[in-house]
């Protein structure tokens, strides 16, 4: 089955406390991105990649990075998690080819007390 | 940049077809209309989407008018697992997955 899958779904952390969200695509598709949703802004991306070791950042990209060492896997890393990063995070996947759409995966809560 | 208007709400009944609205008064001509629904806080699902012939798939339909400055999707049959959020986004030709979703219309099917 086609599918976005992250994990973990659910995380509460501590301020400060490294952490890294996982999400990795089943097919084979170029372009990875992460987002955000917070109640009242909507979707907003975080990064994105367009093919292996390229990446570049999106709307909000502060306190976030992220790395694409091979084509399935989009790990999103937060160095130093603060409460302003308690949201509901999405990845998604999409080919390369235009007029295409994108695959969502379904969301990591993540709490940072 | 907003580039899409949507109603905040909607309600439809059972069994009815939902007609959702979208407003994309400032579209280029390489942008596609895509939509999109969001049941309670689960990843965004695709819909439908089209530049600008009308479109139909076995979830719903895509109507554009003429001049392209607006849409609407309908659900056919609206069914309670139909409650969501539907968004509507004006996407460049080519952009990867760069998706600009606004707060959508919030759906709700009543029986």
């Known amino acids: 089955e086609a599918q976005v899958t992250q994990n973990p779904r659910y995380l509460i952390t501590v301020t400060g406390k490294k952490l890294t969200v996982t999400c990795s695509q089943n097919m084979n598709h170029e372009y990875m991105s992460w987002y955000r949703q917070d109640p009242g802004l909507g979707l907003r991306q975080i990064y994105y990649?367009?093919?292996?070791?390229?990446?570049d950042k999106g709307d909000v990209p502060e306190g976030y990075k992220v790395s694409r060492k091979e084509k399935r896997n989009f790990p999103l890393i937060l160095e130093s998690p603060s409460p302003n990063q308690t949201s509901l995070y999405f990845c998604?996947?999409?080919?390369?080819?235009?007029?295409?759409?994108?695959?969502f995966g379904q969301g990591t809560r993540l709490t940072v007390v | 940049d907003a580039k899409t208007t949507q109603p905040p709400s909607m309600d439809c009944a059972e069994g009815r077809a939902a007609n959702l609205p979208c407003n994309h008064s400032t579209i280029s001509g390489n942008e596609y209309v895509y939509w999109y629904r969001q049941i309670h806080s689960q990843g965004p699902q695709y819909i439908i989407h089209?530049?600008?012939n009308n479109e139909t798939n076995e979830m719903a339909s895509l109507i554009i008018t003429e001049d392209r400055k607006s849409s609407t999707l309908i659900l056919p049959h609206a069914t309670l697992r139909d409650t969501a959020v539907y968004y509507c986004i004006v996407r460049p030709r080519g952009t990867g997955n760069q998706f600009y979703f606004g707060t959508g219309t919030s759906l709700t099917v009543i029986p």
């Open positions: 089209g530049l600008k």
């Open positions: 998604a996947s999409s080919p390369r080819a235009p007029n295409t759409e994108a695959f």
């Open positions: 990649s367009m093919n292996v070791e390229v990446t």
